[in-house]
């Protein structure tokens, strides 16, 4: 089992920035890759970025990129999401996510925190 809680979500005006946190506890971090999702009201949950268990690759999804940057501390067992550049279209819920298998959504969730972007 792996217990995920996300961090340092708010209210932030348009080309603002934050920074989510998630730390994880349960088994060992560097087994997992890691990655963000989010929710937005009315829409399905949706990838954001996600990052191998060595730190060695990372992938986005295309409306983020160049924007948000994804990272992890093993030693701390914590992954990041450096947000820039935000937009009103990214306001959402944002979940942390822990996986086995690279690109495919792991069964371990955090319980999310708000992101709201205002224009």
């Known amino acids: 089992q792996v217990q995920l809680v996300e961090s340092g979500g708010g209210l932030v005006q348009a080309g603002g920035s934050l920074r989510l946190s998630c730390a994880a506890s349960g088994r060992t971090f560097s087994s997992y890759d890691m990655g963000w999702y989010r929710q937005a009201p009315g829409k399905e949950r949706e990838f954001v970025a996600t990052?191998?268990?060595?730190?060695?690759?990372?992938a986005y999804t295309d409306s983020v990129k160049g924007r948000f940057t994804i990272s992890r501390d093993n030693a701390k067992s914590t992954v990041y999401l450096q947000m820039n550049s935000l937009k009103p279209e990214d306001t959402a819920i944002y979940y942390c996510?822990?996986?086995?298998?690279?690109?495919?959504?792991?069964?371990?969730w955090g319980q999310g925190t708000q992101v709201t972007v205002s224009s």
């Open positions: 990052i191998r268990r060595s730190g060695g690759s990372t």
């Open positions: 996510n822990a996986g086995l298998t690279w690109l495919v959504a792991g069964d371990y």
